[in-house]
């Protein structure tokens, strides 16, 4: 028998009694709970990685103090995680929207500060997510929060077109009325640079996505 092994199986229980009562204490704090959910999967990281440990199970490994930790808390979790995304997002996009020209080199399309942000934010919530071992709760990240954010910046993106063509059409701005600063927005150059923003935030980010070597987020979002 391997006695570093054996040593750390009989600490995990009094270790999960520590665990289960801090977590009474701090669940009702999302900060202090996002934070520590965090330090668990850590911790059970390095447990795998530098003790070689794994309950006797070579095939799958250990499951970690985790798993059974999102037994109870993971909606709970998971509910912090995504108020905290989508808030972040919010932030994001009331943020200056500008095409950055120094992004790529030339010939390359362009793309603009806040959808640096937006695919930040994106990976960000992946690294909150990547050490759990569930599959079907890192579909739930995946779904509640990549995919909200995503399809709220699309709705955001199509927004900006729809906009953009119902001030150039004639039949529109007579059933609408259209001002001389509307116009000034999409006429000429200005108009320009709006287009380009709304195709270079597209691009970077199905680009981005196509890059990604997470399988779960490359099969859900195959364009």
């Known amino acids: 028998m391997d006695p570093v092994a054996s040593f750390i199986t009989a600490l995990l229980?009094?270790?999960?009694?520590?665990?289960?009562g801090l977590l009474k204490e701090i669940s009702i704090d999302p900060g202090l709970l996002s934070r520590f959910m965090?330090?668990?999967?850590e911790f059970d990281e390095t447990i795998r990685v530098k003790f070689n440990y794994d309950a006797g199970n070579s095939q799958l490994g250990w499951n970690g103090i985790a798993w059974n930790v999102l037994d109870t808390y993971f909606d709970r979790w998971l509910q912090v995680e995504k108020?905290?995304?989508?808030?972040?997002?919010?932030?994001?996009?009331?943020s200056p929207d500008r095409i950055d020209y120094d992004s790529s080199n030339q010939g390359k399309t362009k793309y603009t500060s806040v959808v640096v942000q937006v695919t930040d934010l994106?990976?960000?919530?992946?690294k909150s997510y990547k050490h759990i071992r569930r599959f079907r709760n890192k579909m739930?990240?995946?779904?509640?929060?990549?995919?909200?954010?995503?399809d709220q910046y699309?709705?955001?993106?199509?927004?900006?077109?729809?906009?953009?063509?119902?001030?150039?059409?004639?039949?529109?701005?007579?059933?609408h009325g259209v001002s001389?600063?509307?116009?000034?927005?999409?006429?000429?150059?200005?108009?320009?640079?709006?287009?380009?923003?709304?195709?270079?935030?597209a691009e970077h980010i199905i680009s981005d996505l196509n890059e990604w070597s997470n399988d779960e987020v490359r099969c859900?979002?195959?364009w």
């Open 122 to 126: 994106l990976v960000t919530v992946t």
């Open 140 to 150: 739930y990240f995946l779904i509640d929060i990549q995919a909200e954010i995503l």
């Open 83 to 94: 108020d905290f995304a989508l808030g972040r997002y919010q932030e994001i996009i009331k």
């Open 38 to 41: 965090h330090q668990i999967f």
């Open 180 to 201: 001389k600063e509307m116009m000034a927005e999409v006429e000429g150059v200005a108009g320009l640079e709006s287009l380009c923003k709304v195709y270079g935030s």
């Open 13 to 20: 229980p009094i270790l999960r009694e520590k665990v289960d």
């Open 220 to 222: 859900y979002f195959p």
């Open 154 to 175: 699309h709705g955001r993106l199509n927004d900006s077109l729809d906009a953009y063509q119902t001030i150039m059409s004639p039949l529109a701005r007579r059933l």
